[in-house]
Each structure stands twice: as structure tokens, then as C-alpha cells.
């Protein structure tokens, strides 16, 4: 591959352009609006101190005689809390924003575990062969067979009966990035061994046996560059999953507590008040929930279609 | 014998894995056997007890804990039942449709259906059946004095009324079995979980089977068929559809884990008496026989499941040899 100078960046961009990847971006004007769409919301979470018009943590920004306000557009509603209040006064668009600062922030946490984990395991199974492979496919196939969310629901129950509840609250981030961290692993490690065997008969590698490189460099320097595109694609998809998962863990009573609510346990505290008619409390963090996860979901289809020509079987 | 060996062996690594979990989390908090023996003997006397299907009494039951579990399974089984009937009924069709007719819009409106399906957490379909089917929506977006106007909102709105919570008064059968398929009361509350479920195992198998039909279409006998002047009815639901049931049976087998936590989530929203509540309520009573009790009756379930799905498999596809090799 040629050399570009490094403080010249145009050649570079030249080349982006021209490129196949560039060409279909162009092309796609669904892959562009939910790349938009994705950008605004991860912006808008991580951005939420500076954002929102209320911080939901303060008590004294609260006021119970707001509480159970509708969104602005619905009769009874006022354009001082846009998409209405909760039945603790606190301001819905605020909430959201922070409890999806949280979603996010546990969603890349735990992924950045799983590739971890993952890719290591992948490495020195596809690496090593013979009985290291054998044992760590034996595991991610027990793994995958008791399924991710699963896994992830039977962790927090255990550590939560093990530990108390008070003592889940108080660790609830870490908790959770170590669960859905070390339940969702076997993905990454399936698709890194994957294509690890399939770089391993290459010349390359060959050359850097024979050079007599230690192990550790081959994998790490060698190896690990050029398996990092199917990488890519599923770390797209594995943190729409986290996601999911830590909402389904909150909804469950196995997540965030509501004193640091997370989108999950946005839902879970407003689906108590649906039958008094509050359908926003719940719903308009449900809403915020699905649009992220789907325009990760479709973000990731393009993904693997322009990396990967040849059509995987979905 | 060679396959079904390698896959007994398989599930039961797992059941071991589980029931590994399971004597630690009750050795570490509630330990039965005295602490001077060693912590093989404790784990050996624990699946010992395990095979002999004594878990021991439940905390707050006050009886034996395998009783609980019985008597929460029936519910459990006839909400799967009823949403796995439900997904078949409509995946079979789809599935079949998007596959032969990729680009018609049924089919391009029921991809952009299940990429939504699959992005949307079971929890929050069921929060909203609840909203449009038991409490009901009343909207106003169009002018309601006019005719169309009225006529269109009405249309929007939804009455509510359905039952979303319980079971209702299931009738008894047998023992601690009692079902709600018997009157239409009972299925009536049956209705919105189900449907729910089902949401979310659609966009799944839809996808699997589509998926599946894609690639067994493209293959020579269908091909054959295809010259020798079949119907293309014919060709797609009997030959084609028959082979790529299969693999959705076997994958459908491998999701075990996942339709469980699926049920799981909409018990919880339904408050639907099953299994999943159950193991919940155990959790916020520290309940930890039960808990355990739960753990090793679904790894029971899954062990038994994927031996059968192995055995129909062996019956179904004779290519598959008993020798463990596959052509």
C-alpha cells in the first residue's frame, strides 16, 4: 500500500471518496438519515447536563404540584415541560435525556467488555487450534445455548439474592456492564475466530511465524488489523443488544434504581401509572428507546451489506 | 449414533453448567449440608438430591419447592403455546410470501414490520396493547364536527375493555392444572399476552424462514420440479417449504433461552401467573430453594427439549447418519 505523507490529508480524503464505501454511502439515503437520527440522539444523551431544561436528580428543582403533567400538545399541557412530567413532578424530556446518557454509557461499556473478553478468546482459539479451540467453542456454545438475555437476567437475579438490593443499587452501572458484559461475549468470539482461521493460512502470517515473532505479536500486531472489519459490524449490533438487554434488566427490577433511572426503568416506574391514564410516562421513553435501537439495527444492515458483499444468511 | 451422542453430550455439559450455578448461589447463602465436607461431596449430595427431584422446601411456600414450580408451569406452557401457535400460523405464510415475492410491497412492508419487531423490546409492545386494547385511545386529530372527521377518529380510537391482567378464574383440570383454554372467558384473557409474545417470535421466525426458502429455492430439485410442470403451489408449500422448515425447527430449539426470557418479560408486564413471575417473587423474597428450583427445572426443559428437536430431526432428515456424519 502507498504512503501518504501525514500531514497532507486531501489524498486521503480523495480516496474515501472514490471508494465503493463512499459510493454506497451517497446511494443510501436511508443509511444517512439514521446515521442523522443516531448522531442527534447520542448527541442529545450526551449532552443532557447542558440540554436539559431541568436536572431530574435535584429535588429541588421538583415540584409535586406538577406532577402527572401531559406533553405540550395534549390538552392540559404546557410548553414549560414539552413532553410532560412524571408523577414525582420531575420534567419527562430531562429524564429521558439523562436515563439515556446512562442506556448509552452501560450499552459501550459493556460491548467494549464483550470485545474484550471476546476478541482475546477468539484470537487464541482461532490462533492456537487443537484443544484451547475446542474448549473455549465448547463455552460459547453453553453460553449461547442458555441465550444472552437469559444469562443476563439469571446474573442479576443471583447477584441481587446474593448481595441484597441495597448493595445492587449502590453498583447498579458496573453491575450491569459486567453482566451484559460477560453474558454477551461468545458473538465476538465466534466471529473473530472465524475469520482469524481464515487469515491464519495466509502468507503473512507465515512469514511472521518464520521471522519467528512470539505468539502475542502475531495475534496482537498481525492478526488482530486485519479481522477488525467483522469486528466493526458486530460491535454495531451487540451494542443495540446491550442496550436492549439493560432494558429489559431495569424493566425487571434487576437494573438501574429509579433514583438514577436508566430508559428501562423510565418505563418501569411509568408503567405504573398507565391505568390512571399517564400513557406518556411510559411511552415517550419507550418511543426513544425503539428509534435508537432501530436506527442502530439499520445502521448495522448497511454496514454488513457494503463491507461484506457476500449476503449473509440473517 | 454418533450425532445424537455429540448433542446429548452437549445439552447435558449445560445442564451441568446450570446446576453448577445453582448448588453455588444455594451453597453460598443457604448451604444444606454441614461445612466440614469437602465441596465435591457437598456438590455430589446437591445433584444427587437434584436427580432424585428433591430440591427442598421454599422459604415462603413452606413446601416443597418442585410443587411450586409445578403448579406455575401450566400457565407458563399455555401462554408459549398459544403465542408459538400464533407465530406459526402467520410466520409460515410470510415467511413463504417475502421469500418468492422479494420485491412486491407486502413483502418490502413486512421486512421494514420485522426490523421494527426486532428493534422493539417485548415489555414495550405489551405496554402498548395494554394502552390501545384494555384501557383504550381516544384520539381527536381530525376535525370532529365534519362527517370524515368523526368517521376518522373513530377509526383511530380504540374501545379498551380487554382483559391484561391475570388469568382471570382458569378452570381446574387436574391436580394443581388449571387452564384458560376451555372458555372463552379464559382465552379472552389469554388474548393480549399471547399476542405479545407472539410480536416478538415473529419478526424472528419470519426472517429464519424467509431466509430458508430463499436458499432452498434456488436449489436443483426445485429446479426439477419447476421442469417437470408442478404447480408452483405445489412446489413451494410441499417441496420447498418441508426442507426449510427444518433448520427453523433446530434454530427454533437453540432460541429456547431467549423465548424463555421473552416469556419472562411479558409475565411480568401481564402479571400473568407463571413461571417468570414466580422466579421474580423469589428474587424480592430472597426465595433462594425456589430460585434454584426454577434454574434446574428450565435446564430440565431445555435438556429435554433439544433431544427431542434432535430426535424429530433424525426421523425427518435421513441424510443425517447415525454415524455423526453429514453429507
Request: charged content about 15%; aromatic content about 10%; some cysteine.
Amino acid at each position: 500500500m502507498k504512503r501518504f505523507p501525514t500531514t497532507r490529508l486531501a489524498p486521503h480524503w480523495q480516496r474515501l471518496q472514490g471508494s465503493h464505501f463512499a459510493y454506497r454511502w451517497r446511494r443510501d439515503r436511508l443509511a444517512r438519515l439514521c446515521a442523522l437520527i443516531l448522531t442527534l440522539l447520542l448527541g442529545a444523551a450526551l449532552l443532557a447536563p447542558w440540554l436539559a431544561p431541568s436536572n431530574p436528580y435535584d429535588l429541588a428543582q421538583i415540584r409535586l404540584l406538577d406532577s402527572e403533567l401531559p406533553p405540550f400538545w395534549v390538552a392540559g399541557g404546557t410548553t414549560a415541560h414539552w413532553l410532560g412530567t412524571d408523577a414525582q413532578g420531575r420534567d419527562m424530556l430531562s429524564s429521558i435525556l439523562y436515563g439515556a446518557r446512562v442506556s448509552v454509557a452501560i450499552g459501550f461499556g459493556a460491548v467494549l467488555l464483550q470485545a474484550l473478553v471476546g476478541i482475546g478468546l477468539g484470537l487464541l482459539a482461532g490462533f492456537r487450534g487443537g484443544s484451547v479451540d475446542a474448549l473455549i467453542m465448547r463455552l460459547t456454545d453453553i453460553q449461547l445455548s442458555l441465550s444472552t438475555l437469559m444469562t443476563a437476567i439469571v446474573a442479576g437475579a443471583v447477584v441481587k439474592a446474593a448481595f441484597g438490593g441495597a448493595f445492587y443499587g449502590d453498583y447498579a452501572v458496573l453491575m450491569l456492564v459486567l453482566i451484559i458484559g460477560l453474558s454477551e461475549w461468545p458473538q465476538f468470539a465466534r466471529t473473530v475466530r472465524a475469520s482469524v482461521l481464515a487469515e491464519t493460512r495466509k502468507d503473512y502470517v507465515e512469514a511472521a511465524r518464520t521471522l519467528g515473532f512470539s505468539h502475542r505479536r502475531i495475534m496482537l500486531r498481525h492478526l488482530l488489523p486485519n479481522v477488525l472489519s467483522p469486528i466493526l459490524v458486530i460491535s454495531a449490533v451487540q451494542i443495540a443488544n446491550a442496550i436492549m438487554t439493560e432494558a429489559a434488566l431495569s424493566f425487571l427490577g434487576l437494573g438501574m434504581p429509579e433514583t438514577q433511572p436508566s430508559l428501562g426503568s423510565l418505563i418501569k416506574s411509568g408503567f405504573d401509572y398507565l391505568q390512571s391514564g399517564s400513557w406518556w410516562i411510559t411511552l415517550i421513553p419507550g418511543l426513544f428507546l425503539v428509534v435508537l435501537v432501530l436506527s442502530i439495527n439499520l445502521l448495522e444492515d448497511w454496514l454488513r451489506d457494503t463491507m461484506n458483499p457476500r449476503r449473509y444468511k440473517d | 449414533m454418533g450425532f445424537l451422542l455429540r448433542r446429548l453430550a452437549q445439552t447435558l455439559l449445560v445442564m451441568g453448567a446450570i446446576s453448577v450455578i445453582g448448588f453455588a448461589l444455594l451453597d453460598g447463602l443457604e448451604p444444606a449440608v454441614p461445612a466440614e465436607h469437602s465441596i465435591w461431596q457437598r456438590y455430589l449430595q446437591f445433584a444427587a438430591a437434584a436427580l432424585r427431584l428433591d430440591f427442598g422446601d421454599s422459604a415462603f411456600f413452606h413446601e416443597p419447592a418442585l410443587d411450586i414450580v409445578v403448579r406455575y408451569l401450566p400457565a407458563t406452557l399455555e401462554l408459549f403455546m398459544t403465542s408459538a401457535l400464533l407465530t406459526l400460523l402467520l410466520a409460515i405464510p410470510l415467511g413463504v410470501y417475502t421469500a418468492i415475492r422479494p420485491r412486491g410491497l407486502l413483502a418490502r412492508c413486512c421486512l421494514a414490520g420485522s426490523a421494527i419487531g426486532i428493534s422493539m423490546p417485548v415489555f414495550l409492545t405489551a405496554i402498548l396493547l395494554i394502552q390501545l386494547f384494555a384501557i383504550g385511545v381516544n384520539v381527536t386529530p381530525f376535525p370532529p364536527g365534519t362527517d370524515w372527521g368523526a368517521w376518522l377518529n373513530a377509526l383511530l380510537s380504540t374501545d379498551g375493555g380487554m382483559p391484561a391482567y391475570g388469568r382471570g378464574n382458569p378452570v381446574h383440570v387436574w391436580g394443581s392444572w388449571y387452564t384458560n383454554f376451555s372458555t372463552w372467558q379464559g382465552l379472552g384473557y389469554l388474548l393480549l399476552p399471547a399476542s405479545a409474545l407472539a410480536s416478538v417470535m415473529l419478526p424472528l421466525f419470519v426472517r429464519l424462514i424467509r431466509a430458508e426458502m430463499l436458499e432452498v429455492l434456488e436449489s436443483d430439485y426445485v429446479k426439477f420440479a419447476r421442469a417437470k410442470g408442478l404447480s408452483s403451489a405445489r412446489i413451494y408449500f410441499v417441496h420447498a417449504l418441508k426442507n426449510a422448515l427444518l433448520p427453523v425447527m433446530t434454530i427454533g430449539g437453540m432460541q429456547f433461552g431467549t423465548l424463555a426470557a421473552y416469556t419472562l418479560l411479558t409475565e411480568t408486564v401481564f402479571q400473568w401467573p407463571g413461571l417468570g413471575l414466580m422466579f421474580l417473587d423469589s428474587i424480592e423474597r430472597s426465595d433462594i430453594r425456589l430460585l434454584v428450583t426454577y434454574l434446574m427445572v428450565m435446564g430440565g426443559i431445555l435438556v429435554v427439549t433439544n433431544v427431542v428437536i434432535d430426535l424429530l430431526y433424525l426421523w425427518l432428515d435421513p441424510r443425517i447418519q447415525l454415524n455423526g456424519r453429514t453429507p
